[in-house]
């Protein structure tokens, strides 16, 4: 008997111990206010940018400037009229020529020293700005866009010739579309 009072005792204090985990409290709390100030700062500048872009627009009314719809401007310099030509698809190889300039129009990268690109449609990695211009372009169109810093090389630049944030002006050259 005594030892039947013993083993309940050690039982029912190994039972009541036995208790699930609670999970820890944080020691700091994240607000997401270092996030909600970059964004305001991005707007600010993007805007900025776009202000820039507009002056240079309006001073060139000689030049049919067109708004992509994704965050740049272009005009054709050479635009071709034949409907037989398609813009490139997915996998295509565009075979192009392209400077950057800055926008007061000093050159960054010359056509001669970029050279010629090759460039497998959305399957390597270019600048998001030119990605989606050579989609509004066919073979042998040239035309100059406009882009906003988040459209070119964006925050860090090109960690060469590009510095942050930087607006730029490419022209754009098709020479050959291989279709896929």
Known sequence: ?????IFYIIFTIAFASCKSPEARKPITVSTGSFIDESVARNKVLNQ???KKIENIIAKNPDKEYINSGNGFWYYYNKKIENDSLTTPNF???VNFNY???HLNNDTIYSKKEIKTQNYAMDQEEIFTGLREGLKLLKEGETATFLFPSQKGYGYYGDEHKIGINT???CEVTINKITQN
Not at 1 to 5: A, D, E, F, L, W
């Open 99 to 101: 400077d950057v300039r």
């Open 91 to 93: 996998g295509d190889i």
């Open 48 to 50: 900025e940018q776009i």
């Open 167 to 169: 607006p730029i002006i």
């Open 1 to 5: 008997m005594k030892y039947n009072h």
